[in-house]
């Protein structure tokens, strides 16, 4: 006949329940149980057993204490210990004190062993949290958002001059202005991470040009359009510290249609330089479009940092 459970309590709340023995006549009072060790949620990095220990004590005397299959006998102060075999990953221990008149009182602990791994680090069988086709299109479009939004020219002429060769064939490029028509966004999960897509579509600037020839100066001004502007890359979700974090890595810039129209100067003296204003708008525009993804998604990871989650651990909530 199996004991019958008198009351109980939430596993993880590390209470008490009193259990009646087998078959013969409790007094009813339960036996006093404090456990010391190990503490509730206890993380034991290295090591395959964990120590339980406490005090136990009852008006009829002590007969054992036991933790699964083992069990150990009381000391004449009260005390015991018991050292307890785990595997890999999260163990409940039911810690349960019996005294001589066969009245029992238990407490759960659950302690966590196993090897750890660097963050990042892939895992078999992880605990893991999915984002869904939802999740990635508020991404999308919050970065298209913040995209509409963001100052462009500020970013532009802050990074001005944008070109600047030294000698006397050398030029000066400076960003007077930098607009963008409209953008596109997309997230495409794919083996070993997620691929990010970004399209700028429009792409207006306006530009100033010093310029030398034979050592003599001159300047011009200049107008850029790119029809899409098409950036690249491989969208990592990370942890830093307690915080989710987001970055692109391994960006990728390519242009549809990019004209640089210095008006009537010479071809010869556009060459110069134009293949040095491609390179910095594409440098540019890519840190410009990174520094907004972070931006406009970094407030979701947060978010979702600072709110409780429920999941099932060992078929409990």
Known sequence: MLPSLVSACALFAGCQSIIMGEGGISDGVPPTLIVEGPARGAVIEDGTSVLVRGTASDASGMDTISVGDQSTSVNADGSFELRVELEPGITVLDIVARDRSGTEASEQRSVVTGTWSQAATP???ALVAYAGTEAFHQFESALVEHIARTNLTAFAQSQNPIVDTSGCSGARVDVNSLTVQSSDVSFMPQNGGIAVAIELHGVHSALNVNY????????????LDIDTLRLS??????????????????AATSFVNFNLD????????VDAFSGDVESSVASMMTDAVKDSAQTAIQPYLTELRTQTWGIDVLGLS
């Open 233 to 250: 890359g491989l969208a990592v979700f990370g942890l830093e510290g307690e915080n989710i974090s987001f970055r692109i890595d391994n």
């Open 212 to 223: 030398k020839v034979v050592c003599i100066g001159s300047s011009a001004n200049a107008l």
């Open 123 to 125: 895992i078999d069988d």
């Open 262 to 269: 210095v008006g009537g100067l010479a071809g010869t003296i």
